[in-house]
């Protein structure tokens, strides 16, 4: 259980691996996530889900080594194991047949957990059209995977490398007057805080839902800590239990930026530390 079957690196520092955990596969829905601990002195970190296998019994997981716990994962190999990895948490995405189209909008690592939403909303019967966007067609990841759960894919690179040269909003802003917005039944967009910002700045003159995945600091998952409080519509909510899912117009950004700033120099400080044991634990090795 919680074994690791599969690995690919699939971007500059970016990670794809497959766990074991045939619970969790059975009853993950799209918008799920999932709580795991490497070890026993190991942090609890939160991580959307790409995808999942009922028949294999596996969870996908693709995340960017950034902190020193996703680098100790993204060092871990085929046939190590988790100590804990705990799901699904959190409310899933509302799927239900639309009379409009669905457009699902992910940036950077962002697209990981679209993945999951776009499969299930063309599942449902929609037309669904995605965008994807990076700053430079060697950083877009999980290209295939959105052309399969989408009947248009659509590309922005900042640096013009690959498809529109441009942001993932421009090709936003394009569709939307393309379908007309009241044929427009949902805007789903996920990635970097800013990215999610301007999307939804740019579906809001149009009147068109939009949600958005939030991603503030986690330590319980489970509602008691209450480390990942947001406001959405001037009340307070828990992205744990109550999202990770908002109305992205009355998300407030400002306070969930600062929050995310909250541990950087603990984080930065972490990494330090890390990489201090990796030279030392190298240097021993090869004595």
């Keep these: 259980m919680n074994e690791i079957v599969s690995k690919q690196i ?8 497959e766990i074991s955990a045939p619970r969790i596969a059975k009853r993950h829905q799209a918008g799920n996530f999932i709580m795991l601990r490497i070890d026993e002195t190991g942090e609890r970190i939160p991580l959307t889900v790409a995808d999942t ?14 902190g020193k716990t996703s680098e100790q994962l993204g060092a871990m190999e085929v046939g190590e194991s988790l100590l804990d990895f705990v799901g699904p948490l959190g409310k899933p995405t509302h ?11 992910g940036g950077g690592i962002g697209v990981a957990p679209v993945h999951p939403i776009a499969k299930a909303l063309k599942q449902a019967g929609n037309r669904v059209i995605s965008i994807m966007g990076a700053r430079a067609k060697e950083l877009l990841i ?3 995977d959105m052309k399969r759960s989408s009947d248009e894919l659509l590309i922005a690179t900042d640096d013009g490398s690959y498809g529109h040269h441009g ?24 990635g970097p805080v800013p990215m ?16 958005v995945s939030l991603n503030p600091i986690m330590v319980d998952a489970t509602g008691m ?6 406001t959405v519509g001037g009340e307070t909510k828990f992205a744990c239990v109550d999202g990770p899912e908002f109305n992205g117009h009355e998300v407030d950004f400002d306070e969930l930026t600062k929050r995310l700033r909250m541990y950087l120099e603990d984080e930065r400080a972490a990494m330090e530390r890390y990489n201090h044991e990796m030279k030392d634990h190298k240097r021993c090795y090869e004595s």
């Design 142 to 144: 999980m290209e295939e």
């Design 53 to 66: 296998d009922q028949e294999k019994g596996t969870v996908t997981l693709v995340f960017q080594a950034v």
């Design 95 to 105: 799927i239900e047949k639309m009379a409009g189209v669905a457009i699902c909008v």
């Design 10 to 17: 699939i971007g500059p520092a970016v990670y794809r691996i």
């Design 167 to 190: 942001f993932v909003t421009d090709v936003l802003d394009k569709v939307i007057q393309r379908e007309g917005a009241e044929n427009v039944g949902l805007v789903v967009a996920i």
């Design 225 to 230: 800590c209450g480390a990942c409080r947001v």
């Design 196 to 211: 999610m910002r301007a999307c939804c700045k740019t579906t809001e003159p149009y009147g068109v839902e939009t949600v």
